[in-house]
């Protein structure tokens, strides 16, 4: 995959846990150049991970994103980069490209694990502009949001 001008690299803002309706659920909160803010529901396993890697945190015992590194080290493949490419509904999809020496390709991946493996690594994180424009909101928006760190 060739990167395109349509592609709007992002950071990673923080894991947070918002407040809705069924209960308190984590957020990961990513921001572009602008401070415009898109928010990513995870679930609780990948919330911890990616918390971890922001705080530069290692686990006694490798995380699954923390194995999936190692797997591509030692298998002398490189991530090039993250893109958030696609929303269905509610659900965003996301790319992984790879490539080595001999040869590069993409796979499909969870946002939630790209954006783990991504602070790790690393590597730039891309969202689509159409997606990133119909998916950022106001903070307000996002009703009471509570960071990961004061549960952890």
């Known amino acids: ?5 349509d592609d709007v690299p992002i950071s990673v803002k923080g894991v947070f846990i918002a407040e809705t309706k069924g209960g308190s659920v984590p957020i990961v909160l990513l921001e572009d150049d ?4 898109m928010p990513i529901y995870i679930g609780p396993a990948e919330a911890v991970s ?3 890697a922001l705080r530069s945190e290692v686990p006694s015992r490798p995380l699954t994103h923390d194995l ?8 002398e493949y490189e991530i ?4 958030i490419d696609e929303l269905k509904g509610n659900i965003y999809y996301a790319k992984m490209i790879l490539e080595n020496d001999k040869r590069c390709f993409e796979l499909d991946a969870r946002p939630s694990d790209c954006i783990a493996i991504a602070i790790r690594t690393g590597i730039p994180i891309f969202v689509k502009s159409e997606v990133f424009n119909q998916s950022t909101v106001a903070i307000e928006e996002l009703g009471e949001l509570r960071m990961m760190d004061d549960l952890t």
Not at 1 to 5: E, G, L, Q, T, V
Not at 68 to 75: D, G
Not at 80 to 83: P, V
Request: no cysteine; glycine share 0%; charged share 15%.
């Open 80 to 83: 090039q980069k993250i893109i």
């Open 50 to 52: 990616i918390h971890m």
């Open 68 to 75: 999936f590194v190692s797997l591509l080290n030692n298998i």
């Open 1 to 5: 995959m060739i990167s395109s001008s």
């Open 34 to 37: 602008e401070e415009k803010i």
